[in-house]
T-cell receptor
Framework: NAGVMQNPRHLVRRRGQEARLRCSPMKGHSHVYWYRQLPEEGLKFMVYLQKENIIDESGMPKERFSAEFPKEGPSILRIQQVVRGDSAAYFC?????????????FGPGTRLTVT | AQTVTQSQPEMSVQEAETVTLSCTYDTSESNYYLFWYKQPPSRQMILVIRQEAYKQQNATENRFSVNFQKAAKSFSLKISDSQLGDTAMYFCAFMTAYSGAGSYQLTFGKGTKLSVIP
């Protein structure tokens, strides 16, 4: 019974490159959430997706960031033209459908370092 | 918007002793959920305990219990018989119980770093 999986666990990118972070939700979960954790901070909500739909992206920066959760395959958080300020840990959580939002299970996170 | 405040950036406790971590929050809603998450050095976020605001009884999970004071908007975590494996960052979090925009977001505090000393 695998948990939420994220890859890569560590990602190093140079300024201006693109970063792609992947999240595979728990089996049977159709809701995915992305959070960002800056150094010495708590997690901050970024985006909430269901299969093929973005439900709420109110926490996403307006530029360079995008997210998707296709019908098949993992959810992807994409950061274009990365800058040093994007260095952070990015966590994905998943929950089942039917309003069971109390049950957000977190993945181990991807630590992005921009050099 | 809701805010969550953890006023203790760092704490330490002797092994087998009891420690209490503080959390206060601000909301105009009457129905919501509160959580404590643990983040050990592995950085995996682990749910420790959850409290529904409409329940007067404080939640407990083995050595972990909360003191929920709704009027004071306070939600502290008590860890009894502290163990070395309890060393971690602890985050308090809030979620509204109402449907609609933002109703599935967890709002986190900045965390308290707990060190258990042998």
């Amino acid at each position: 019974n695998a948990g939420v999986m994220q890859n890569p666990r560590h990602l190093v990118r140079r300024r201006g490159q693109e970063a792609r972070l992947r999240c595979s939700p728990m089996k049977g979960h159709s809701h995915v959430y992305w959070y960002r954790q800056l150094p010495e901070e708590g997690l901050k909500f970024m985006v909430y997706l269901q299969k093929e739909n973005i439900i709420d992206e109110s926490g996403m920066p307006k530029e360079r960031f995008s997210a998707e959760f296709p019908k098949e395959g993992p959810s992807i958080l994409r950061i274009q033209q990365v800058v040093r300020g994007d260095s952070a840990a990015y966590f994905c959580a998943s929950s089942p459908a039917g309003g069971a939002r109390l049950e957000q299970y977190f993945g181990p996170g991807t630590r992005l370092t921009v050099t | 918007a809701q805010t969550v405040t953890q006023s203790q950036p760092e704490m330490s406790v002797q092994e087998a002793e009891t420690v209490t971590l503080s959390c206060t929050y601000d909301t105009s809603e009457s129905n919501y959920y509160l959580f404590w998450y643990k983040q050990p050095p592995s950085r995996q976020m682990i749910l420790v305990i959850r409290q529904e605001a409409y329940k007067q009884q404080n939640a407990t999970e083995n050595r972990f219990s909360v003191n929920f004071q709704k009027a004071a908007k306070s939600f502290s975590l008590k860890i009894s018989d502290s163990q070395l494996g309890d060393t971690a960052m602890y985050f308090c979090a809030f979620m509204t119980a109402y449907s609609g925009a933002g109703s599935y977001q967890l709002t986190f505090g900045k965390g308290t770093k707990l060190s258990v000393i042998p």
